[in-house]
């Protein structure tokens, strides 16, 4: 089985940064994508960001231009850089892969076990 582990959040004031960053326990066969979800109390779980095997990028548009995410490709990880964070960027930012843990096995989606970002002044 594969885990992910998701470091980096916290309490930050409006307008403040963040980097988290997420690293699988095992070295992948492949990795389709890497990604970060976050889920605010009371809502449904969105997507952030997500950057392909091949490093295409998709931003949410509530944050474009503010998050950056990138692969640790030697950790089999990801990373988001958070920027100009907003009251409303709280939530429980979670990291998510898709990929194959060797060859022979089918393609898997894993969660990391969620991180907290608070931002408030």
């Known amino acids: 089985q594969v885990q992910l582990v998701a470091s980096g959040g916290g309490l930050v004031q409006p307008g403040g940064s963040l980097k988290l960053s997420c690293v699988a326990s095992?070295?992948?066969?492949?990795?389709?994508?890497m990604g970060w979800y976050r889920q605010a109390p009371g809502k449904e779980r969105e997507l952030v960001a997500e950057i392909t095997g091949s490093g295409s990028t998709n931003y949410a548009d509530s944050v474009k231009g503010r998050f950056t995410i990138s692969r640790d490709n030697a950790k089999d990880g990801v990373n988001l850089q958070i920027n100009s964070l907003e009251p409303e960027d709280t939530a429980l930012y979670y990291c998510?892969?898709?990929?194959?843990?060797?060859?022979?096995?089918?393609?898997?989606?894993?969660w990391g076990q969620g991180t907290q970002v608070t931002v408030s002044s």
């Open positions: 998510n892969l898709r990929g194959r843990l060797r060859s022979w096995t089918p393609t898997e989606t894993y």
């Open positions: 095992r070295s992948m066969f492949s990795i389709n994508a």
